[in-house]
């Protein structure tokens, strides 16, 4: 069964076939980034009017990759949220008018359960029901929180941002330090040789007491940034001209480790109290290669399994939004073929 995969959350426009949940017969992607770099950010706006005009292009490259004409699919996918409205309402009407044209199913798709799918992209990763029950760091530009994966479609959020994402703080960093934009690759860069303790930035939520909530969640499975960024906004008043000197380097390690230790010591966490036997990480900032090495030592120390998405497939695309509709394939007798889907831009687990 090939099945067709759109997505338009944000600022990637992508496509992709896949003929089984791990099988990619195409995957393209066209990445924003250059027509939002001169604001700082993701314009709404822009990222729409893009997808309108990447879109179809798109979709012929990725039949074309994968040697199908429109009669080789067998279902159409697509993002229904989180992500920007206008985005994701793109995506939701071309893969309706397709569905419709096609008289093929379609499938809406939660873009966070999208990602934890990232994880088996790979040929030579295990099934997703040979690893469950296992926790998910998912830390994106928009999202950051730790998921318990009891098998397909069966998650439960055990902790999550109060604040800012760590995308997020990685970008307001970047923009303080001068760095530019997206954040986090720029960081990394600007990191490399640097002293991750030449400042003692805070990690956010200092530990609570047994079974305080946040949020109706446990607190100490919980991240809070909004306190970083500022932390480093003062620094930088106390010390005019210390991101264009020799410091820098030593400014952006020390923000990175200050990222990275919240996450890696909830995952912690989390891995001691769920008793799972993987971990995996997912979203956008699982690129990163520090992030990457020091959840392999967190794994080798507790003993467990770390599963990690090939980097072509940590940011967003519609490879892993294929895979995640697979799991409720094929669609039981009785169930609707082509509903009308509508974005849900504040779409959650659960």
């Known amino acids: 069964m090939n099945v067709l995969g759109i997505e338009t959350s944000c600022d990637e426009t992508a496509v992709a076939v896949?003929?089984?949940?791990?099988?990619?017969?195409?995957?393209?992607?066209?990445?924003?980034?250059?027509?939002?770099?001169?604001y700082g950010g993701v314009v709404p706006e822009i990222a729409s009017r893009c997808h309108v005009e990447?879109?179809?292009?798109?979709l012929r490259a990725a039949l074309e990759q994968a040697r199908l004409g429109w009669d080789g699919i067998d279902a159409v996918a697509?993002?229904?949220?989180?992500?920007?409205?206008?985005?994701?309402?793109?995506g939701l009407s071309a893969a309706q008018a397709l569905a419709l044209r096609l008289d093929k199913p379609l499938l809406g798709v939660n873009h966070l359960e999208?990602?934890?799918?990232?994880?088996f992209l790979d040929a030579s990763a295990p099934r997703l029901e040979a690893v469950?029950?296992?926790?998910v760091l998912l830390v994106s530009g928009g999202h950051t929180g730790l998921i318990r994966v009891e098998g397909p479609g069966r998650y439960r959020l055990l902790g999550q941002t109060l604040d800012d994402a760590a995308g997020e703080a990685l970008d307001k960093g970047a923009k303080l330090l001068g760095l530019g934009y997206p954040g986090g690759p720029l960081v990394e860069r600007a990191a490399a040789g640097g002293d991750p303790e030449f400042v003692s930035f805070p990690r956010g939520l200092t530990q609570g007491q047994p079974g305080e909530r946040a949020g109706g969640l446990d607190r100490?499975?919980?991240?809070?940034?909004?306190?970083?960024?500022?932390?480093l906004l003062y620094y930088l008043k106390n010390h005019p001209g210390a991101a264009a000197g020799p410091d820098l380097p030593h400014l952006a390690a020390s923000y990175q480790a200050a990222v990275f230790d919240a996450l890696v010591e909830r995952t912690a966490r989390a891995i001691a109290r769920e008793g799972v036997r993987a971990v995996g990480c997912a979203g956008g900032v699982s690129i990163n290669k520090t992030l990457r090495a020091r959840?392999?030592?967190?794994?080798?120390q507790t003993g467990v399994r770390l599963l990690l998405a090939p980097p072509p497939y940590c940011t967003d695309n519609a490879?892993?939004?294929?895979?995640?509709?697979?799991?409720?394939?094929?669609?039981?007798a009785g169930a609707e073929q082509r509903p009308t889907l509508d974005a849900q831009p504040d779409l959650g687990f659960g």
């Open 114 to 119: 999208a990602h934890l799918y990232s994880l």
């Open 132 to 135: 469950a029950p296992f926790i």
């Open 295 to 300: 959840l392999a030592r967190l794994a080798e």
């Open 54 to 58: 990447e879109l179809p292009g798109l």
């Open 319 to 332: 490879a892993m939004v294929a895979a995640a509709a697979f799991r409720r394939l094929p669609l039981p």
């Open 78 to 90: 697509v993002t229904q949220g989180p992500g920007l409205a206008s985005a994701l309402l793109v």
């Open 18 to 38: 896949l003929a089984d949940a791990q099988r990619i017969l195409s995957n393209v992607v066209f990445s924003q980034i250059a027509r939002h770099r001169p």
């Open 220 to 231: 100490d499975l919980c991240f809070s940034y909004s306190g970083l960024k500022t932390a």
